[in-house]
Nanobody, 123 residues
Framework: QVQLQESGPGLVKPSQTLSLTCTVS?????????WSWIRQPPGKGLEWMGAIANSGSTYYSPSLKSRTSISRDTSKNQFTLQLTSVTPEDTAAYYC????????????????WGQGTQVTVSS
């Protein structure tokens, strides 16, 4: 059973960088999947932010590409999200998930999800 767990600060100040880590157990992040970050702002739908492939290649949403970076540590079986210059509009529940497609914005398109972590951007 693959499990994903997000971790990181729940509160970030405007203009700072948000950093989140997804720790994967029960399966390797070097297997043939896309490992994605998705977020859901309050009252809105899911937004795919980006992903890292088993090869280490990264892919980003065009709307967030200038502020987003995804990396991985295969020795720890973790992948991380960094979102720079955050504003209150970045307040959301952030999820990591495993899937076979890029850009998916519905839950059924991923076979495993983390439980999510709430991030609030506020001074």
């Amino acid at each position: 059973q693959v499990q994903l767990q997000e971790s990181g600060p729940g509160l970030v100040k405007p203009s700072q960088t948000l950093s989140l880590t997804c720790t994967v157990s029960g399966g390797s992040i070097t297997t043939n999947y896309y490992w994605s970050w998705i977020r859901q702002p309050p009252g809105k739908g899911l937004e795919w932010m980006g992903a890292i492939a088993n090869s280490g290649s990264t892919y980003y949403s065009p709307s967030l590409k200038s502020r987003t970076s995804i990396s991985r540590d295969t020795s720890k079986n973790q992948f991380t999200l960094q979102l720079t210059s955050v504003t209150p509009e970045d307040t959301a529940a952030y999820y990591c998930a495993r899937g076979l497609r890029l850009g998916a914005t519905t839950r059924y398109q991923y076979d495993y999800w983390g439980q999510g972590t709430q991030v609030t951007v506020s001074s």
